[in-house]
């Protein structure tokens, strides 16, 4: 079992509200991630990290925002949430090897169910 | 386009039933294979990955086998329990990258009924 947390576990907001995802991961894992993952659909990566004081935009666009202030916590902000921001929210960390990134481990969090209304 | 698919969709067994899921991929070039498996309202766990050299790869009553010349994988599922239900997903990673880019399937939905 992954020590890989999400809060809240679900969200229903109003359209225009400013919402904060939680994610913390007691690992030590240097490379942290945020997926979106629509229902019966694969994963897109929206932002992911490398370490403390990076971060970087995924594969698909999004509006929301993250940081990485400490190891442990990679929080994934929306300023505006608006009901096209309805889905679920992934956070996954892996081990940095130094082999690089294509034999690493992704170990995912329970997720966070958003929907706006 | 999604370099993995999967398939089937969804499938339903009897428990105590065995099954084979597929995966069949274009990314290039590959550097590693995955399943996961993922319970409903719940992340992913790894279940089984493979390298280019490895052809099998087992946990407990899953096997996973790759065929790395026609990009094919299956992942078998014998004597299946209630607790089997959930979605697969094929995860291919590339070496393009110092990321490791990862490409998702979009799984298939596996129900057990008793």
């Known amino acids: 079992e992954a020590d890989i947390y999400q809060t809240p576990r679900y969200l229903v907001i109003g359209t225009g509200k400013k919402i904060t995802l939680e994610c913390s991961q007691t690992?030590?894992?240097?490379?942290m991630y945020w997926y979106q993952q629509d229902p019966g659909m694969e994963l897109h990566l929206i932002h992911y990290?490398?370490?403390?004081?990076?971060?970087e935009k995924g594969d698909l666009s999004s509006e929301s925002t993250v940081s990485r202030i400490r190891t442990e916590h990679f929080p994934l902000t929306l300023e505006s949430a608006r009901p096209s921001h309805t889905s679920q929210y992934l956070c996954?960390?892996?081990?940095?090897?130094?082999?690089?990134?294509?034999?690493?481990?992704?170990?995912f969090g329970p997720g966070t169910r958003l929907l706006v209304l | 386009k999604n370099q993995v698919e999967q398939s089937p969709q969804s499938l339903i067994i009897l428990e105590g039933k065995n099954c084979t899921l597929q995966?069949?991929?274009?990314?290039?070039?590959?550097?590693?294979l995955r399943w996961y498996k993922q319970d409903t309202g719940r992340g992913p766990v790894s279940l089984t990955i493979?390298?280019?050299?490895?052809n099998t790869k087992s946990n407990g009553r899953y096997t996973a086998t790759l065929d790395a010349d026609t990009k094919q994988s299956s992942l078998h599922i014998t004597a299946s329990q209630l607790s089997d239900s959930a979605s697969y997903i094929c995860?291919?990673?590339?070496?393009?990258?110092?990321?490791?880019?990862?490409?998702f399937g979009r799984g298939t939905q596996l129900t057990v009924w008793p």
């Open positions: 690992m030590g894992h240097d490379k």
């Open positions: 995860v291919v990673s590339d070496r393009g990258s110092t990321l490791g880019r990862l490409y």
């Open positions: 493979m390298t280019f050299s490895e």
């Open positions: 996954a960390s892996s081990e940095a090897m130094a082999s690089g990134g294509a034999a690493e481990t992704q170990y």
């Open positions: 990290s490398y370490g403390v004081n990076s971060t």
């Open positions: 995966c069949n991929y274009t990314v290039s070039p590959f550097s590693n």
